[in-house]
C-alpha cells in the first residue's frame, strides 16, 4: 500500500531507515488500511494466508492481497486461470515487481566445496531454473529461459518481471531490511491490527526505525 | 538446595577439627580411614607419618567405608551439573545483560552497567508484557486451583466410574504444549471453530467474536486453554490432600449439623491449605515461562494484548539480537520465579517439612 500510495523511492529509503520525511505518506498508508477494515474477513487477524486464500477460492472472498506463491493453491483446483480467477497488480504499482528470492546457501565450513559450486552453478543453469521453477510456481530471475513450460500465469509473472522498471525487495521476507528491523516492524503492526490507530502507529515507527 | 548446603556446610564444619585431631594420633584404624578422607580434601599436609603401615589396597577400601567419602560421590557429580549448567548459565545470564552486547559478535565484557534494566522501565512494550505477565499468572493461578478443588470435590463423592473421570481430567496434562495450542486455535477460530458454531447453533451468533484476533479477549482465550490443561493436576493434588483428611471431620461436621457447604468451608478447605500453597507454586512458575502456548498460537509478535515477558525475551534475543537486553528481560522472569519460589521453600523449611 505504501509503495502504490508514495512509489518505490519513499520504499526503499523507508527501508534504509531514512523515515524523517515519510511521516504523511506513512500515515496516510495505514490510514487506507483502517478505512479498508470493514471489508476484511471477520478472522482476517487469526488465520494464515493460505486459509485466506482457500476462501477466496470457496467464493467466500472476493480478492486476496497475495504473491505469486499463491497460485500454486489455484493449480490444484479446476479453476481456469484467466477465466475463473486472475490477478491485477496492486493499485499505484504498474512497472513495479516486487522480488522475493530462492536461495541456496554455500555454507562454510564445507567439506565439499567444488561439488558445492558445481550444484549452484547446475542450479543458475537455463535448464535447472526451467525445471525448479515450473514445479515449484516461480519464475526464473534469468530473461533467457524459454516460457512455453511454465503455464499462462507464470507465463504472464515473467512478462511483467521483463517489462518492470523497479524490482524493490520486500519486508515481510526480510530481504529488504536487517533481521531486527523486520521483528521491530512485526511488533509495531501487531499493535496496530490490534488498536486501529493510524497515529499512533505512525509515530512508533518514526520512533523505532 | 539450601537444605544440602546447610548439610554439606554442617559436615565440613563438623569434620574437620575431627580430622586434625584424630590425624595427629597415629596408629588406631578409625584414624587411618579419616586421614584418607582428609586426603581427598586436600588436607594432604595434616596427614600423619604413620600412615604408611597400612597397605593401599586397605585404606583405599576403608576410605570408601567412610561415610562422608561415599557420600562425595552421591553429591559432587549432581552439585557440579547443576552448578555449571543450571546456576552458571543463569549467572553468565545476568552479566551478559550488564554488557551491552546485540548482533552477531561476541560480547564484549569490558563495562557493566545497569542500561539494559533502566532501558525496560522506559520500554512500552516491557510495560504492557509485564502487565499481562500479572494478569495471566493471577487469572490462571486461582481458575486452575478454583476448578481443580471443584473436580476434586465432585470426584470425591465416591462416584462410579472415578478412575476413568480422573484420567479424562488429568489427560490434558500428560498432552505437548504444542498439540494443545494448535488445538485450541481451531476450537477459537472465528469461522469454523467449535466455540463459534456452538453458539450460532443455539442462535447466540452475535457474541461469537475472532476470539485469538480480538485485544479484547485474546490473553482470556490463552487462560482459559491454560487453566484446561492444568486443572487436571490441581484436581490430582486436590484429591489427595481430601483423601488424607479422616472420615470423622466430615462426621462430626455432619453430627453437628453443619450443611455441606458451611462444612467444606469451615472444616475441609482450611486443612487444604498445604495443598493449595504447593499448587499455587507451581502454577505461577509455571504461567512464568507460559511460552510454548502463545509462541505456537502467535509467533514471536502475539501484540500487546498477549504479550508476556518470556516472548518479549524471545523476541529481543533470537529475533533481534539485542543479547543483553533480552538477558535483562530473563533476569526479571528469574527474579519473579524466586519472588515466588523462595518464600515457599522458606515456610516449609521452617516448618521442617523441606
Known sequence: MFIGYTGVDDFMSFLDRDVDGLEEEIRASLQLLVDYREYFSPDSSSIAWDEANGQVIDGEAAFIHQGDWAAGQYGATDLTYGEEWDHVPFPGTEGTYSLVMDSFVMPEPNPTPELTKDFLTYCGSIDAQQRFNSIKGSIPPRTDVPSDEFGPFLESQMDDFENSDQQPPTIAHGSGIDPQGKSVLEEIFSGFIENWDAEATTSRILDEL | ?354
Not at chain 2, 512494550?125 to 476448578?147: C, H, K, P
Not at chain 2, 451468533?205 to 482459559?224: F, M, N
Not at chain 2, 486453554?225 to 471431620?249: D, K
Open chain 2, 1 to 354: 538446595m539450601i537444605h544440602i548446603f546447610r548439610r554439606i556446610l554442617n559436615r565440613l564444619r563438623a569434620g574437620n577439627p575431627r580430622d586434625r585431631r584424630e590425624g595427629s594420633s597415629d596408629g588406631t584404624g578409625d584414624s587411618d580411614a579419616d586421614s584418607g578422607a582428609i586426603r581427598t580434601d586436600g588436607g594432604e599436609s595434616v596427614s600423619t607419618t604413620s600412615t604408611p603401615t597400612v597397605s593401599v589396597s586397605t585404606r583405599i577400601r576403608r576410605l570408601f567405608q567412610d561415610e562422608r567419602v561415599a557420600g562425595l560421590l552421591f553429591w559432587v557429580p549432581p552439585f557440579l551439573l547443576m552448578g555449571w549448567f543450571v546456576y552458571g548459565a543463569i549467572g553468565w545470564n545476568v552479566v551478559i545483560s550488564l554488557t551491552d552486547w546485540s548482533g552477531l559478535g561476541q560480547p564484549l565484557y569490558d563495562s557493566f552497567d545497569l542500561g539494559m534494566y533502566r532501558e525496560l522501565l522506559s520500554d512500552p512494550s516491557f510495560r504492557v508484557a509485564a502487565r499481562n505477565q500479572v494478569v495471566l499468572m493471577i487469572t490462571f493461578t486461582v481458575a486452575a486451583l478454583g476448578l481443580g478443588l471443584l473436580l476434586a470435590i465432585m470426584i470425591d463423592q465416591n462416584i462410579r466410574f472415578e478412575n476413568t473421570f480422573r484420567t479424562v481430567y488429568l489427560l490434558p496434562m500428560a498432552l505437548s504444549f504444542v498439540v494443545t495450542a494448535i488445538f485450541w486455535s481451531w476450537i477459537y477460530n472465528a469461522e469454523i471453530g467449535l466455540i463459534n458454531q456452538a453458539l450460532e447453533t443455539v442462535g447466540l451468533g452475535a457474541i461469537a467474536l475472532d476470539w485469538l484476533g480480538d485485544p479484547r479477549t485474546k490473553l482470556a482465550a490463552v487462560i482459559v486453554a491454560l487453566t484446561w490443561q492444568f486443572s487436571g493436576y490441581c484436581m490430582i493434588v486436590y484429591l489427595a490432600a481430601l483423601r488424607a483428611i479422616p472420615n470423622e471431620h466430615y462426621e462430626a461436621a455432619k453430627v453437628d449439623g453443619a450443611s455441606t457447604i458451611r462444612m467444606y468451608w469451615r472444616v475441609i478447605l482450611p486443612q487444604l491449605r498445604s495443598a493449595t500453597t504447593s499448587a499455587t507454586v507451581v502454577l505461577m512458575v509455571f504461567a512464568l515461562k507460559a511460552f510454548d502456548f502463545i509462541f505456537v498460537m502467535f509467533g514471536d509478535t502475539p501484540g500487546p494484548s498477549a504479550d508476556i515477558l518470556s516472548v518479549m525475551m524471545f523476541r529481543e534475543a533470537f529475533s533481534r539480537s539485542n543479547w543483553a537486553y533480552g538477558s535483562a528481560v530473563a533476569t526479571v522472569l528469574f527474579l519473579l520465579a524466586l519472588a515466588i519460589v523462595v518464600p515457599y521453600l522458606y515456610t516449609q523449611h521452617k516448618r521442617g517439612d523441606l
